[in-house]
């Protein structure tokens, strides 16, 4: 059993000369070009047209615009698409407050989390309390304990199984999202319940376990039942055209996600006897993270700038839009200080976490 969360501790928390330094020009870059670190118009244009893209084909199928299957099974496969993008667009920034200086309004940006399935704060304890704070520790980032037949750590017990999951993990990753809007959700909950970790968000077990019955219910009516209630097609073909949308927004979300740490190029951090981690929290980030596709521009649109993960990890405060813009200036300082700064091309990333599966099921090492 690996250490409690609360009693992990970095070196210098963070406040280190490179930490200082970075910090103060990605500041001074801001102040210097009198903008706002949250959301502009580029951001509020991307959550618009992503939400067009999950919304239309919706409405499409509901209101019968057209009898022809296949057009409908795109429609269902362009929901997938737009689903994962509000998930990267909308939720991942809403929920790291990106949106505004106002909470209010990130709030309600967070809550279109339902319009996917999702919990907003379940999304915040996992995300933004477990992996950015403890990103690739055993035992506390939940992101490298998925399932039993997935391994993503040397500190998970290595079956015979695993030796294969180069091969099935990319058939699994279609099951997230279903897995993630049925029972993941609930789990989650009560295990944050037993852990003490919902009072980060201010709130109580009764509390979040009733809205999050309440949310799932309202997704399933919307966005499963009102289709299956109005659409010509039969009902099976619906089911099956929301199992698909489902499918490809998780294999969408799941590699997209893998491919900043769980390749062969970072670290899986091991925590020390006394929860001591040998390295200061800027430092253990660059360690653990990388970026990916960076010279794609539609990579990156689609994505909210988690292909710039190393920017997104030390400034997690900072909407998606500016993150190409700081990366210079973060890998300048890397280099100043003989830190690494992991980059690979969209494929060789893909490539990297295929070696990275193989090597977590054939050996106990990475």
């Known amino acids: ?122 999304w915040r304890i996992q995300h933004n309390v477990l992996h950015h704070v403890y990103t690739n520790i055993p035992d506390q980032d939940e992101d490298l304990d998925v399932i039993p037949i997935l391994r993503f750590s040397p500190s998970q017990k290595r079956m015979k199984i695993h030796r294969y999951q180069q091969y099935y993990a990319w058939v699994l990753y279609c099951l997230f999202t279903i897995s993630w809007v049925t029972r993941k959700d609930f789990i989650k909950l009560s295990g944050y319940k037993s852990k003490n970790l919902l009072k980060t968000q201010n709130t109580s077990y009764t509390k979040a376990l009733l809205f999050l019955i309440f949310s799932k219910m309202l997704y399933f009516l919307v966005f499963l039942g009102f289709p299956i209630f109005f659409s010509e097609q039969s009902w099976e073909f619906t089911l099956f055209g929301f199992i698909i949308m489902h499918a490809v927004c998780g294999f969408i979300w799941s590699v997209t996600f893998q491919l900043s740490h769980k390749i062969t190029e970072v670290s899986i951090t091991p925590v020390g006897e006394e929860g001591q981690i040998n390295t200061d929290w800027g430092s253990h980030q660059l360690n653990t993270t990388a970026n990916f596709a960076i010279d794609n521009r539609l990579v990156t649109w689609y994505t909210g700038g ?16 500016h993150l190409r813009k700081i990366s210079k200036l973060v890998k300048e300082t890397t280099g100043k200080y003989d ?20 090597r977590m099921g054939s050996s106990e090492t990475l």
Request: a positive charge.
């Open 1 to 122: 059993m690996g250490s409690s969360f609360s009693e992990i501790k970095f070196q210098s928390n963070g406040k280190t000369e490179f930490m200082t330094e970075l910090r103060t020009k990605v500041n001074n870059f801001f102040i210097q070009n009198n903008i706002s670190k949250k959301a502009n118009k580029e951001m509020m244009a991307k959550t618009i047209i992503i939400l067009l893209i999950y919304l239309i084909p919706y409405f499409m199928i509901v209101l019968n615009a057209t009898s022809n299957s296949i057009i409908v099974l795109v429609g269902w496969i362009t929901m997938g698409i737009g689903m994962a993008g509000i998930g990267f667009i909308i939720g991942h920034d809403a929920n790291h407050g990106n949106y505004s200086t106002k909470r209010i309004v990130n709030k309600a940006f967070s809550h279109l989390m339902i319009l996917i399935g999702g919990s907003s704060l379940i």
């Open 339 to 358: 830190l690494p700064y992991h980059e690979k091309s969209l494929f060789g990333a893909i490539r990297s976490h295929q070696e990275f599966l193989n």
């Open 306 to 321: 988690i292909n710039y993960q190393i920017e997104h990890h030390l400034f997690p405060d900072i909407c998606q839009v």
